[in-house]
């Protein structure tokens, strides 16, 4: 492992948000991208901190894995992870967290009993990617940080991965079209553009995901060296 060699700090996998001790609202996100970011960083000799929702993917060799369950937690351990890095580390968050989360967790199964219908409370879970934003903002870690996103969407991805790039600070965004053949949750490739903080953009053609984990770890290397 190099002496100068950056730190990689990846999200990957979905996140559960339980409503009761059995059961959760949650997302088919296999955590797949993320953990081929995690291994494409560690063969580039990179330190790794993997934070992992529930997923079943071995973990990458030399690659140091964080399991957490909530996004709340995932928040938690993932600043935690960038908040120990020195010199410079890569921030991708690649994890479909669940934007909402029950408003209360009954400490006991719900019971249906005669209702014929019940109204469920949600409330907003933290924007992990756009709150490690902002700490890096306002100088919170003694690492220099970058940070890079995934913008998956249904259609043409450009206005949205524009907008997100732009409103959560980030250093590059991967943004890819979900609904196209070949993409998206539960396939092994992918086909993504990259949309850079300077307005320039690399459309990319149908790759593995992990050929694809290995340019976003290149990419985010290479601005590092500006
Ligand atoms: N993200 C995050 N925490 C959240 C939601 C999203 O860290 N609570 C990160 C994702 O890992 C991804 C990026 O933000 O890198 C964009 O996620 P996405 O789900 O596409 O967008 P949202 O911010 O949830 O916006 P919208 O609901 O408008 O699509």
Known sequence: MGGNAAEFVVTAGPTREYL?????????????????????????????????????????????????????????????????????????????????????????????????????????????????????ARGAFRARLRLVGFAAETGDPSKEAMRKLREKGLDFIVANDVSAPGCGFAVPTNRAVFFMRDGSRVELPMMSKLELARRIVSKALEEDRR
Not at 62 to 67: H, S
Not at 103 to 116: H, I, P, Q, V
């Open 20 to 136: 009761d001790p059995v059961r959760f609202l949650s997302n088919p996100s296999t955590g797949r991208m993320g953990f081929a970011v995690a291994q494409a960083a560690a063969k580039r000799g990179c330190r790794v901190t993997l934070v992992a929702g529930p997923v079943s993917l071995p973990t990458p060799a030399g690659v140091k894995r964080v399991d957490v369950t909530s996004a709340r937690e995932m928040e938690k351990r993932a600043v935690e992870a960038v908040s120990a890095a020195k010199g410079k580390c890569v921030f991708v968050a690649t994890a479909a967290v669940a934007d909402w989360r029950p408003a209360r967790c009954a400490a006991a199964k719900l019971k249906k009993g005669a209702s014929r219908s019940m109204t469920l409370r949600l409330v907003r879970n933290p924007d992990i990617l756009r709150s490690v934003s902002r700490k890096r």
